[in-house]
């Protein structure tokens, strides 16, 4: 991974200084909660329901062993002893004390990490495929573009301040894990008939009040043009995104305002200006970088190995778990296993400071000291042998990050909400454990199959409900939590948003909604069809028939739209 040299750690203790006098003279009233608020917001610091929340950056989601310890003794010593990761790869802590958190910004300091960018109006920190460095269908390491643009974009003075928040996503592979298609860039390496590396944009993706799909501004951009390129798109849209309106400052309303081509064509007469200027991107420094993400020292394993299969064979648990947690390596005898952070009875995506602690020792045993964070808010182990699946999956038991629920129903999304966020409508965790207690089955989520049920307190989209197989929003009706459910999103390459259900349903009956929208899935599927391609084959109207309860407002909402044609 990439570590940092004396400026990037000159640069971050710096800034640990100058927000601990900011704190200071805050607490000594000699700044207003006006002008502190964009001083704790460039450092990750946000004003939640209880107490402040802090959002930690994973660059890319990768983590070493060292900074999950410091992770971990942050949520022992300065939160209430556990941490949160976000869709976006982050860790947030949810009970700081304000004047405690230019500690933790000092802790993080030591080990390389930080908060900023987490926060404002500017490049938030760039995601990438969990799998990166280590899927068997990957063109190039993603983490060197992105390691590459963190870089660029750090206090980079002219987008400090754009029109709204930014975020980039960058894919090195033929599956888009990363969910690109949905950020305000997505990048997409590929080759073109030479076989030189570049890269596929995408513009004006994005969820939230108005969810969009991104649009490809360009099919081939070379690789030495990245930044060149990247500066063009920001620039344009620096200069005409809208400031008036908080609800339409995205660069997606801006795209669509324009049309893809017409913003296409501003971008490509701003790179003409600076295309050839020091910015483009040199080979050398590309190999700079590089060097960085190099593989670990993998041993020469055999394809075939008697004490695996054994265990397959002897322990059906183990078995289970290794089908639906373990993901294919690029190297044979080598293997990639999820952690997943969905332990019912927990909020999805918690973890505890004793597990974090864990998670880093069984990485150094297993994993040559490396975790990575998922966008689906679990944890991920890299290259680890396939000989070793076993103790670790005895180990990983033992703290409850064994749950064999990886692309289940089970392995759902889901933001704060009400419990901590503040700007939340309604709860999302009481909504996970109800759907929780409600089909606890191992074996009927299995029967569903592949099935991502994302869930988010307001419309903000936290929870990327637009494009969950079944997306669920918390709304508000008169002081009382209700919530819309869609069907029929996904994040992937066959990237779509979900379709209104219908009318609302009352928190009381969220989960008994999911179960009558899934036994229409089970009548009608065919040929072991996923719940989405389902969906897309026989439409939304057999599960708005079916989804709600007889001689219910709702119900009767919806036979008056039968009523009227509508």
């Given at each position: 991974m990439y570590q940092y040299d004396y400026y990037d750690q000159t640069l971050v203790d710096e800034r640990v200084a100058q927000y601990r006098g900011q704190v200071q003279r805050y607490l000594a009233g000699e700044l207003s909660d006006d002008e502190f608020r964009p001083l704790r917001l460039m450092n990750g610091l946000?004003?939640?329901?209880?107490?402040?929340?802090?959002?930690?950056?994973?660059?890319?989601?990768?983590?070493?062993?060292?900074?999950?310890?410091?992770?971990?003794?942050?949520?022992?010593?300065?939160?209430?002893?556990?941490?949160?990761?976000?869709?976006?790869?982050?860790i947030q802590y949810n009970w700081p004390k304000l004047e405690e958190t230019p500690d933790i910004l000092a802790e993080l300091a030591q080990v390389q990490m930080h908060a900023i960018q987490t926060s404002g109006n500017c490049i938030r920190n760039v995601t990438a495929d969990h799998l990166a460095g280590v899927a068997p269908d990957e063109i190039e390491d993603p983490r060197i573009y992105c390691e590459i643009i963190r870089q660029w974009s750090t206090f980079h003075p002219e987008f400090s301040y754009l029109p709204r928040k930014f975020k980039i996503a960058v894919t090195g592979a033929a599956r888009d894990r990363a969910a690109a298609q949905v950020h305000d860039i997505g990048l997409n390496l590929a080759r073109d008939t030479e076989g030189q590396i570049g890269f596929r944009v995408l513009v004006g993706g994005g969820l939230g009040r108005t969810p969009l799909i991104g649009q490809v501004i360009r099919e081939f951009l070379p690789q030495r043009d990245l930044l060149t390129y990247l500066e063009a798109i920001l620039r344009v849209y620096n200069l005409h995104g809208r400031r008036d309106n908080i609800y339409k400052a995205r660069i997606k309303i801006l795209v669509k305002a324009l049309g893809a081509e017409k913003f296409r064509e501003q971008v490509e007469t701003e790179w003409e200006h600076t295309r050839n200027s020091g910015l483009a991107l040199d080979p050398t420094e590309v190999e700079r970088v590089r060097r960085y993400f190099t593989s670990p020292a993998y041993e020469t394993i055999a394809v075939d190995d008697a004490s695996f299969d054994q265990w397959l064979k002897a322990d059906s648990a183990f078995s289970t778990w290794v089908k639906h947690n373990i993901a294919p390596h690029k190297i044979v005898g080598y293997r990639n296993v999820f952690l997943a952070l969905k332990e019912p009875g927990a909020p999805p995506g918690d973890i505890?400071?004793?597990?974090?602690?864990?998670?880093?020792?069984?990485?150094?045993?297993?994993?040559?000291?490396?975790?990575?964070?998922?966008?689906?808010?679990?944890?991920?182990?890299?290259d680890v042998r396939q000989a070793d699946l076993y103790p670790l999956w005895q180990a990983l038991k033992s703290w409850k990050l064994a749950s064999p629920v990886i692309g289940t129903l089970a392995d759902m999304i889901c933001c704060p909400g009400l419990d901590f966020c503040s700007l939340a409508n309604a709860s999302s965790i009481s909504i996970a454990h109800q759907?929780?207690?409600?089909?606890?089955?191992?074996?009927?989520?299995?029967?569903?199959?592949?099935?991502?049920?994302?869930?988010?307190?307001?419309?903000?989209?936290?929870?990327?409900?637009?494009?969950?197989?079944?997306?669920?929003?918390?709304?508000?009706?008169?002081?009382?939590?209700?919530?819309?459910?869609?069907?029929?999103?996904?994040?992937?390459?066959?990237?779509?948003?979900?379709?209104?259900?219908?009318?609302?349903?009352?928190k009381i009956e969220v989960a008994n909604t999911l179960e009558r929208i899934l036994k229409v899935y089970v009548e009608q599927r065919e040929n072991g069809e996923r719940f989405l391609d389902t969906f897309r084959r026989i439409g939304l109207e057999p599960f708005r028939v079916r989804a709600y309860t007889p001689g219910s407002k709702e119900a009767k909402q919806e036979e008056q739209r039968h009523a009227v044609g509508y």
């Open positions: 946000y004003l939640q329901r209880h107490a402040p929340m802090l959002r930690v950056a994973i660059p890319y989601g990768l983590l070493s062993s060292r900074q999950m310890r410091t992770l971990a003794y942050i949520a022992r010593r300065y939160d209430k002893g556990f941490g949160h990761f976000t869709t976006r790869q982050n505890s400071a004793d597990q974090m602690d864990a998670v880093a020792d069984l990485a150094d045993r297993y994993s040559f000291g490396m975790i990575c964070s998922t966008h689906h808010q679990n944890l991920l182990l890299t759907i929780n207690e409600k089909f606890d089955q191992l074996d009927y989520l299995y029967d569903l199959g592949d099935l991502r049920l994302n869930m988010s307190g307001c419309m903000n989209a936290c929870g990327h409900h637009h494009v969950g197989h079944v997306g669920i929003l918390g709304v508000d009706k008169k002081g009382e939590e209700w919530y819309q459910i869609s069907l029929g999103g996904s994040s992937e390459n066959d990237v779509s948003l979900g379709d209104i259900l219908g009318p609302s349903v009352p």
